[in-house]
């Protein structure tokens, strides 16, 4: 079992927007912007989430 605090092999930290609910990879500088809606999001506006990086 994985430590809690640490993120699983298989996975990668994403946005999750705050208005549409889409999950997707942070841009480099940290503010980013969701290719459904347009929201911007940064650590203060949108949640950091694990996400798998498998393609299903």
């Known amino acids: ?3 809690q605090y640490e993120i699983a092999d298989n996975t990668e930290l ?3 927007c705050s ?3 889409r999950m997707f990879e942070p841009e480099d500088n940290g503010n980013s912007t969701c290719p459904v809606c ?3 999001c ?3 506006s949108c949640k950091l989430v694990d996400g798998s990086n498998e393609d299903y």
Do not use: P, R, V
Request: glycine fraction near 14%.
């Open 14 to 16: 994403f946005y999750k």
């Open 38 to 40: 347009g929201n911007s």
């Open 19 to 21: 208005k549409c609910g």
């Open 42 to 44: 940064n650590t203060d």
């Open 1 to 3: 079992m994985a430590d």
